[in-house]
């Protein structure tokens, strides 16, 4: 059984993304400054938007 104060902590970054490194620096630092050092996280590189399940959406109303 997990701990609740368990994180899962997912970083998602376009192929080349020229910010990553700065990303994964600032969240790591986030969490040490948090004292939560010995959390990690994920970084996941999306290369394709994931496709709609359904109808696509009409949008905002407009008055």
């Not at 970054?13 to 969490?31: G, K, N, W």
């Not at 996941?44 to 359904?54: I, T």
Request: proline share 14%; aromatic share 2%; hydrophobic share 30%.
């Amino acid at each position: 059984m997990r701990d609740p104060g368990d994180m899962d902590i997912e970083v998602l970054a376009v192929p080349d993304c020229p910010h990553q490194q700065l990303a994964e620096e600032q969240l790591r630092q986030a969490l040490n400054d948090a004292g939560l050092d010995t959390t990690g996280f994920t970084i996941r590189v999306v290369a394709d938007q994931p496709k709609p399940s359904g109808p696509p959406s009409p949008g905002p109303r407009r008055s």
